[in-house]
């Protein structure tokens, strides 16, 4: 998914909803993950596949903020990285400035929504029984902590956010850039060449901001700002939790932006644009 001469936000929203959907599930176990909460189950397999399962709380807001979110980014970047290039800028300036941008808009507008999703997840919250859960955790956050309280945990947010997109449209554009022309008209060549952008860029995008999913949503359990959180996990348990749910989580994060960069091209082959 190269930077796109069409300016048509369509097939970005198309790929990114279908990838949202999807992948819901494996969200969902990543977001258990992270967050420490206990799940049934004896071994890692059964707990990671008892998270999975429904019920999935909190679904249509969390597919529809992911949904909006990724496609912004990944349409804002690629407009922002043409435009730029026409001004002059290199590839590398084109590909991370308007992807940092649009990711912290993106991340700021979802924030209050990403913290009540998450926190609907606990086995047992009594808010997530509710018809609106998660307008429900929203009202209580908001009348129990504040307003501002919404908002906690959008500096670790961002600073996973950003980079993750950033870190994935680098990749998508320099690849697409340097690797081998293929025949456009060699359907199983191009078909190859936009999985590998992909795959390459979904991973590296979720296995570098690991930690920071993990910080921001221990900080929605103990409403802790950012370092004094991450000064009391390394005393806990060394650096051992920047590894906590990643297992769940290069799957639950690389599954989707790869997904949505390659449906991306497909949904353009399909619509003409």
């Known amino acids: 998914m190269a930077p796109s001469n069409s300016s048509n936000p369509v097939p970005y929203f198309a790929a990114s ?4 959907l999807a992948f819901f599930p494996l969200w969902k ?23 999975m399962k429904p019920p999935w709380r909190g679904s249509l807001v969390v597919i529809g903020g992911m949904t909006w979110a990724r496609a912004a980014i ?10 730029m290039k026409q001004q002059g800028f290199g590839i590398g300036v084109s590909s ?7 990711s912290i808009f993106a991340q700021t507008m979802n924030q209050p929504f990403v913290r009540s999703s998450i926190m609907i997840q ?12 998660n307008f429900s955790m929203l009202k209580y956050l908001a009348t129990t902590k504040g307003l501002s309280s919404l908002w906690l945990g959008l500096d670790a947010a ?9 870190v994935a449209v680098v990749i998508k554009d320099y690849m697409g850039h340097y690797l081998a022309p293929v025949d456009p008209n ?35 359990k ?15 348990t060394g650096l051992m939790w920047f590894f906590r749910g990643i297992n769940k989580n290069w799957i639950a994060v690389a599954a989707p932006i790869a997904s949505t960069i390659f449906l991306t091209d497909r949904f353009k082959v399909w619509m003409h644009v």
């Open 17 to 20: 909803g279908t990838s949202a």
């Open 29 to 51: 176990a990543a977001a258990i993950g992270q967050s420490g909460y206990e799940v049934a189950g004896a071994t890692p397999l059964q707990k990671y596949l008892q998270a």
């Open 74 to 83: 990944f349409y804002g970047s690629d407009m922002g990285s043409r435009w």
């Open 96 to 102: 991370t400035v308007p992807s940092l941008v649009v």
């Open 122 to 133: 606990k086995p047992g919250e009594p808010l997530a029984s509710k018809t609106f859960p």
């Open 158 to 166: 961002i600073l996973k956010t950003a980079p993750k997109y950033m």
């Open 186 to 220: 060699d359907k199983n060549a191009v078909l190859v060449k936009s999985a590998k952008i992909a795959v390459t860029a979904g991973i590296a995008g979720a296995v570098m901001t690991n930690p920071l999913d993990v910080v921001r949503n221990e900080m929605f």
């Open 222 to 236: 103990t409403e802790e700002k950012m370092i004094p959180c991450m000064v009391r996990m390394t005393k806990e």
